[in-house]
């Protein structure tokens, strides 16, 4: 059970990601959250996120961006980055727009990953949907306190699943 919670992988930071990798092993599609995975909680697109976005694409990646957060926040998220989707609202860790998601890209399971920040959201639908899941940690420590309160059930989690990979 607790295994629903532990991610595929876990790195520092999105940016360490060996995507090159993971498109040579055959994914195609990723599924991203953006707040604390892309950028700090509430900022708009950087340089840098936008420089990985469209890296991605160029690649021969579909990317599609999949927040718990309202249009009005992703759409400042995109504001400077052409032609990314989106799933506003996603109601994560519900299944459907993980599904949707994939619809939209035109992948499926077998070659779709997600990135994302959160255990109890992020990483737990996609394991439940069954696809790769990378959990980074948060770009800044600085969240809401919704969020600081799933913190601490987290890293109860990830202290087990470090001491499990350790073995």
Do not use: C
């Not at 993971?22 to 950087?46: K, M």
């Not at 996603?90 to 035109?106: S, W």
């Not at 070659?111 to 949907?129: I, P």
């Amino acid at each position: 059970m607790l295994d629903w919670f532990y991610p595929d992988e876990y790195l520092d930071s999105t940016y360490e990601i060996d995507f090159k990798q993971l498109y040579d092993d055959g994914f195609r599609g990723i599924i991203f959250d953006i707040d604390n995975t892309l950028v700090e909680h509430g900022a708009p697109s950087d340089e840098r996120s936008r420089a990985l976005l469209k890296s991605l694409k160029e690649m021969g990646f579909k990317v599609i961006l999949l927040s718990n957060n309202s249009k009005s926040r992703v759409e400042l998220f995109t504001e400077n980055i052409e032609d990314i989707d989106y799933i506003s609202l996603a109601a994560k860790p519900l299944l459907f727009n993980y599904r949707k998601a994939m619809e939209k890209m035109g992948t499926d399971k077998r070659n779709t990953f997600f990135v994302g920040d959160q255990l109890f959201t992020d990483v737990w639908g996609a394991k439940r949907l069954g696809i790769r899941s990378i959990l980074v940690k948060p770009i800044n420590a600085r969240e809401e306190i919704q969020i600081v309160i799933k913190r601490k059930f987290e890293n109860i989690l990830l202290k087990r699943y470090n001491e499990n990979e350790n073995r």
